[in-house]
């Protein structure tokens, strides 16, 4: 009795440990990203005036000698030439401005700016540098088997900065009126493209302050990892950033089962939102169960970007029927 005791008690530890081997081999379940989907705030909405993009256009880099970003230009349907708009400005352009893509950011602003959630603002979706013989990055392959991408991002100098600020801009002021205020003027992306936008709001606050990053990739690629200390070490600068990652982002562990705490997303994200948090920082963070990729960042899109410029003018007088109504489309 006690032996067809022990052998049903042995039968049922290894019927309950088996999934748990299993998951823990093969991942969770449910598929992590299979609860994340996009919001009214972006698609189409019936009412909505729709903004412009326009492009592709060239961009030759003196940062990257024999390399030039393609990058297209989004144009709200409240654009005035006369009014100084603000400027939004994301990396791997291709991917946030995709039509059927996970983020869909024309559309998160065409909706938000008609609302008056977010001011009426220039959008610059732009391409990682590239050599006139490599493909255009596309959203089954971003750029980092076949562009400039990996070097232009993840390292943390200032050549990428250059890009932006040193070539993009004189462009963008040049064919826009654009508000040259650093507080009017946020950057963003995904992965490498968010460890990029935040190296160019730190080292260059007088031109950014507002940085978007979705499951960026602050780990040991070329030093990302290196940030917490950073902002602990220097002095406060005036940014303000939105952090969203996942439990099920790369976790730094091989296939081989080594694991390496400076290849963990998600363990570096959480470790400079503590630094950012520690440091006094505005910073705003979302923590979801999804995986690396942009399920749950566009997701909360809309969320990031309210929060991000919250602190446009706004008036509070009953009587301002201006600020009462829709932004509609300028004449």
């Known amino acids: 009795m006690k032996q067809q005791l022990f052998c049903l008690m042995a039968a049922l530890t290894a019927a309950f440990c088996l999934p748990v081997r299993a998951q823990q081999a093969e991942g969770p379940n449910p598929a992590p990203d299979a609860h994340y989907h996009l919001g ?83 959008g610059v979706f732009i391409n990682p540098g590239r050599r006139p013989d490599q493909p255009e990055p596309n959203p089954q392959e971003w750029g980092d088997r076949t562009t400039n991408r990996p070097t232009e991002y993840n390292t943390l100098d200032d050549k990428y900065v250059r890009v932006i600020v040193d070539e993009l801009l004189p462009v963008l002021y040049k064919d826009y009126n654009i508000s040259k205020n650093a507080d009017d003027h946020g950057i963003g992306g995904a992965s490498s493209g968010a460890i990029a936008a935040f190296t160019v709001a730190w080292q260059r606050p007088d031109q950014f302050r507002k940085v978007l990053s979705i499951v960026g990739s602050f780990t040991n690629i070329r030093g990302g990892n290196a940030y917490p200390d950073i902002v602990l070490k220097e002095d406060k600068k005036p940014i303000r950033i939105f952090l969203q990652d996942g439990r099920n982002d790369n976790r730094g562990t091989r296939r081989e089962g080594t694991y390496d705490q400076t290849r963990d997303w998600f363990y570096q994200n959480v470790r400079l939102m503590n630094a950012l948090t520690q440091k006094g920082y505005e910073v705003n963070y979302a923590w979801g169960m999804n995986k690396h990729g942009q399920k749950m960042g566009g997701a909360i899109m809309p969320d990031m970007m309210r929060w991000l410029w919250r602190d446009q003018p706004v008036s509070t007088d009953p009587k301002d029927n201006v600020e009462r109504s829709y932004r509609e489309k300028t004449k």
Not at 97 to 103: E, F, T
């Open 40 to 122: 009214p705030d972006s698609l189409p909405e019936e009412g909505v005036p729709k903004g412009e993009i326009r492009g592709p256009f060239n961009l030759p880099s003196q940062a990257y000698p024999g390399t030039a970003h393609t990058y297209w230009i989004y144009v709200p349907a409240q654009y005035n030439p006369s009014t100084a708009a603000s400027l939004m400005i994301f990396q791997d352009g291709q991917a946030f401005m995709a039509p059927a893509g996970d983020v869909r950011a024309q559309n998160v602003m065409d909706n938000l700016i008609y609302r008056r959630e977010i001011p009426v603002m220039i």
